[in-house]
């Protein structure tokens, strides 16, 4: 069984005020841990040398939202994946949404990103979805299935050392929520598409739900048999909500 994944991004929030009480009242948490899975908290690029610091020793790792498709040189603004190593960085987030609209990032590009952090030990959670007018159109299931195969052309075998998220772009930050059966419908399909290219890492790679994911909507959703955690956007900035989260029992 696939261990749940619970992953925060924080995008384009925080504080070191802020920060730092979140983290000491998470990490304050008597239950934080004991129940198997795997917890992340994806931080803007300022903060990751306090929030590494903080999360030392903690079950909660540190995550990135970007990483740049180049390993250095000039390149204004960009982050690389070395840089995001010397800070401890385990995941990074690769093609969200919000990067795909707003920096227009291709199907090729997110590819890139992921190849980048592999060569750097860093696990990348590679954000597949559609718009809402994708959704009305029916074409749901041909977009994502597009999304994922650029990495898989590239990335081969390498795809067994990746996380997927499937997050519907009409979902996120809107409080729309797909429903249970909607979501698992699509997680199918990517663990289908996964197989086909190579059957053990479709058993073993997660694939994260990410839409407006909350303790309220949560436990049906990880109770789909294709849905192995989330990428968790507003919980992840309040410590009880996401704590909850943490202790879904699948």
């Keep these: 069984m696939r261990p749940l994944t619970m992953v925060g991004n924080w995008k384009m929030h925080g504080s070191l005020s802020a920060n730092q009480a979140f983290l000491q009242e998470l990490l304050a948490a008597p239950d934080l841990g004991k129940k198997p899975g795997r917890f992340a908290l994806c931080v803007p690029y ?4 306090q929030v590494s610091q ?7 790792v540190l995550g ?24 401890g960085t385990r995941y990074v987030i690769v093609g969200h949404s919000e990067r795909r609209a707003y920096h227009h990032e ?16 860093i696990t990348p959670i590679i954000c597949v ?15 994502v299935r597009r999304q994922l195969q650029a990495v898989l052309d590239l990335l081969q075998n390498k795809i067994a050392d990746c996380l997927i998220a499937y997050e519907p772009i009409w ?19 990517l663990r289908l598409q996964l197989a086909k290219f ?13 839409g407006s994911l909350k303790p309220d909507n949560a436990k049906e ?30």
């Design 198 to 210: 190579d059957a053990d890492a479709a058993s073993k790679v997660a694939i994260l739900y990410g």
């Design 171 to 189: 979902a996120i930050g809107t409080g729309r929520v797909a429903s249970p059966h909607e979501a698992q419908d699509v997680h199918r399909e």
């Design 46 to 49: 300022p903060y990751l040398a």
């Design 54 to 60: 903080l999360l030392a020793h903690s079950p909660v």
């Design 64 to 87: 990135a939202q970007d990483i740049s498709d180049h390993s250095h040189g000039a390149y204004t603004g960009e982050v690389s994946g070395q840089m995001l190593k010397e800070f």
């Design 129 to 143: 979805g559609e718009t809402e007018s994708e959704r009305d159109a029916g074409q749901t299931l041909p977009v």
């Design 221 to 250: 959703m990880l109770a789909m048999p294709d849905i192995d955690g989330g990428l968790v956007g507003g919980a992840s900035l309040v410590a009880k909500d996401f704590l909850a989260l943490c202790a879904i029992d699948q």
């Design 106 to 121: 291709t199907d090729d590009c997110v590819a890139r990103k992921a190849k980048a952090a592999l060569l750097n030990g």
